[in-house]
C-alpha cells in the first residue's frame, strides 16, 4: 500500500500522514530489536512494515497538476519543501544528486527521457509504501498485548448492534451465533453487501 504524505491544499491529512510515518518508523525500529521468539509467526526481526523508498508521480504533459503545485505550497508552508524534488528542476536535481544515491533511476525509471519522452513530475522522498499484510499481523499483535480479544471467523461475524434501552447509544454487538458482545467503545469495520436491488 502507498504511503503518501502529499494530499495537494489538505494539510490536516498532510499533517496525519507525518505523524502516521514516524510510527511506522518507530514500529520498525521496534520490530527490529525484537527477538524472533517473542514476534508473531510471520514476522521476523529483518522485516519492514514501512519502506521509504519515495515516490514518483509524473504528469500526463509538460506542466506539473494542480494538484502538484498545491502540494508543493502545502510542502513550503509547512518547511518541508527539501523532501520534494521537481524533475527538470535544476536547483532541484543537483540537491538530489547530492543527497540520493542513483537518483537518477528513481526519477526516471520508465527511461523515458532516453526515449526522447516527455518527463514532468516530482519525487517525494518522504513516501514509500507499507506491506499491508505484515502490518495487520503487527497491530494485531500489539492489540492482543494490550488485552483486545479477537472473535474471528464465524463466531465473529457480525450481526446487528447493541442499542440501550431508548436507542440513544450503541453499547455492543451481536454476533450471528447469537453471542452478544457488550463495550464501552464499539468500532465496526467490514464490507457492506447490499441484496434485493431492483
Excluded at 20 to 40: F, M, Q, R, V, Y
Excluded at 78 to 101: F, P, S
Excluded at 149 to 171: M, Y
Aim: aromatic fraction near 8%.
Amino acid at each position: 500500500k502507498v504511503m503518501r504524505m502529499s494530499y495537494g491544499n489538505d494539510i490536516l491529512s498532510q499533517r496525519l500522514a507525518f505523524e502516521a510515518a514516524g510510527i511506522w518508523k518507530e514500529w520498525n525500529d521496534e520490530i527490529s530489536k525484537t527477538p524472533s521468539s517473542k514476534l508473531p509467526k510471520s514476522l521476523t526481526p529483518e522485516d519492514k512494515l514501512f519502506e521509504n523508498c519515495g515516490f514518483l508521480r509524473l504528469s500526463v504533459d509538460d506542466k506539473l497538476s494542480v494538484h502538484e503545485e498545491t502540494t508543493l505550497k502545502s510542502m513550503t508552508a509547512e518547511g518541508l519543501r527539501d523532501t520534494q524534488y521537481i524533475i527538470d528542476n535544476v536547483e532541484d536535481e543537483a540537491r538530489a544528486e547530492k543527497h540520493h544515491e542513483r537518483y537518477d533511476l528513481k526519477f526516471d525509471a520508465l527511461k523515458r527521457r532516453e526515449r526522447g519522452q516527455n518527463l514532468t513530475g516530482v519525487f517525494d522522498a518522504t513516501a514509500g509504501f507499507v506491506r499491508a499484510s505484515k502490518a495487520c499481523v503487527w497491530t494485531m499483535h500489539l492489540a492482543r498485548k494490550a488485552g483486545v480479544a479477537f472473535i474471528l471467523g464465524d463466531k465473529g461475524r457480525f450481526e446487528s448492534l447493541l442499542t440501550c434501552r431508548d436507542g440513544s447509544k450503541i453499547v455492543g454487538i451481536k454476533t450471528v451465533d447469537g453471542i452478544s458482545h457488550l463495550a464501552e467503545l464499539v468500532v465496526v469495520a467490514g464490507k457492506l453487501t447490499l441484496t434485493n436491488i431492483s
